[in-house]
Structures are given as structure tokens and as C-alpha cells.
């Protein structure tokens, strides 16, 4: 499970294949929260790849991942405003 309301990704779409040689690969990055602060090799994000099998099933996951992280993102900044205004 990778938890999008952490994603640090405003919007995905496909990588390039300089940066992945898979086709139809998406990359989510995720603050990895076991990170410890002593422990300089060890990633301050998880980064996921996930590649589908077709173009047309690549297209459909950024469409409704993208979908998905504008959604999360005005319900949390709905969240934050009235948060603040019950206060």
C-alpha cells in the first residue's frame, strides 16, 4: 500500500527512458518515515516505479492518479481551513 495523502509528487506522468529503461513506468516519491537522522545512507523518500503493461494502461493510472493527489490535496487544505477557523 503507498500511502498518496504523503506523496510528494504534485502531478506523475510517464518517465523518460533515460531515467527508466521499463516503458510506461510512473514514479511516486514517499517521505520514508524510518528513515533515522543518523543514518546518512539511508533515503529521506521511498521512490516507487510502477510500469504497466500497456500505453493505454499507463495513461489510465496517471489519469486517475493524478486525479487521485488533486483530490487529497483540496480535501487536505479543506481540512487545514477549517481546522484554523475552529481554532
Not at 533515522?36 to 510502477?50: A, F, G, M
Request: charged content about 25%; hydrophobic content about 30%; some cysteine.
Amino acid at each position: 500500500i503507498i500511502n498518496l495523502t504523503k506523496c510528494l509528487n504534485e502531478r506523475i506522468g510517464l518517465l523518460p527512458r533515460d531515467v527508466c529503461a521499463r516503458k510506461y513506468t510512473i514514479e511516486l516519491q514517499i517521505p520514508n518515515e524510518h528513515a533515522s537522522n543518523s543514518d546518512e545512507h539511508q533515503s529521506k523518500i521511498k521512490t516507487y516505479r510502477l510500469s504497466a503493461d500497456t500505453k493505454e494502461q499507463a495513461n489510465e493510472w496517471v489519469t486517475n492518479v493524478n486525479h487521485a493527489l488533486a483530490n487529497l490535496k483540496l480535501w487536505n487544505s479543506k481540512n487545514n481551513l477549517n481546522n484554523t477557523t475552529n481554532n
